[in-house]
């Protein structure tokens, strides 16, 4: 059983920067961010497929660095520019295997419990 560990989330204004990190006890393929804010659907941020590459949502393209570590098994999200409506849960997640561009809940196996990400205006 894989387990993911994060951390790095805090309060910041906005325009500020963040950094998470998420560490996974065991190798998997694909490992990225996802977020849940009040009252809203989880939805996918940034994710590395396992063909190495990286996908981001519309809203932070620009503004959002994932970089993964395979040495490591970590997997960090730079978030610079941050906004207010950044302001979520965010989740690390994990799979053995996922398709390019799986930013969809279902296709991870894996969650790291998740850290609060608070941007203030």
């Known amino acids: 059983q894989v387990q993911l560990v994060e951390s790095g989330g805090g309060s910041v204004q906005a325009g500020g920067s963040l950094r998470l990190s998420c560490t996974s006890s065991g190798y998997t393929s694909c490992m990225g961010w996802f977020r849940q804010a009040p009252g809203k659907e989880r939805e996918g941020v940034a994710i590395?497929?396992?063909?190495?590459?990286?996908t981001y949502t519309d809203s932070v393209k620009g503004r959002f660095t994932l970089v993964r570590v395979y040495a490591k098994n970590t997997v960090y999200l730079q978030m610079n520019s941050l906004k207010p409506e950044d302001t979520a849960m965010y989740y690390c997640?994990?799979?053995?295997?996922?398709?390019?561009?799986?930013?969809?809940?279902?296709?991870?196996?894996?969650w790291g419990q998740g850290t609060q990400v608070t941007v203030s205006s």
């Open positions: 590395r497929s396992s063909d190495g590459t990286t």
């Open positions: 997640a994990a799979a053995v295997f996922c398709a390019r561009g799986a930013m969809y809940f279902s296709a991870y196996n894996y």
